[in-house]
């Protein structure tokens, strides 16, 4: 249950976007236990670029690729969007001309 100012709201259950770690400093006393669980929950911050070329095509199809351990560790992988996910494509500055996109 959340009250608010102007009204009480009631729900069987709850999603949170928070780190497991902020959640647990956002509940209340007698949700220690749960809190207790969040704490232990590690977490790692993760950036995402993602890149548009006009006039770029990829060779190959598919949702993309992992990269290697052995190669750089701050790299996990790249989505190739544009075949992935074709129906996001915007409109590109000249018509007619492929997009490239990728989410690294």
């Known amino acids: 249950q959340l009250t608010l100012p102007d009204a ?9 976007a928070l780190p497991a770690s902020a959640l647990a400093r956002a509940l209340p006393a007698e949700a220690e236990p749960l809190a207790r669980e969040l704490r232990a929950i590690p977490a790692a911050s993760v950036a995402v ?3 548009q070329y006009e006039g ?3 060779p190959v199809t598919g949702f993309g690729h992992l990269v290697p351990s052995s190669e750089d560790p701050a790299l996990l992988g790249i989505v190739y969007d544009s075949v992935a996910f074709p129906e996001h494509d915007g409109t590109p500055a000249t018509p007619g001309t492929p ?6």
Do not use: Y
Request: no cysteine; aromatic share 0%; proline share 0%.
């Open 99 to 104: 997009s490239l996109r990728l989410t690294v």
């Open 49 to 51: 670029v993602n890149l």
């Open 56 to 58: 770029a095509a990829l």
């Open 8 to 16: 009480t709201l009631t729900a069987d259950h709850v999603v949170s």
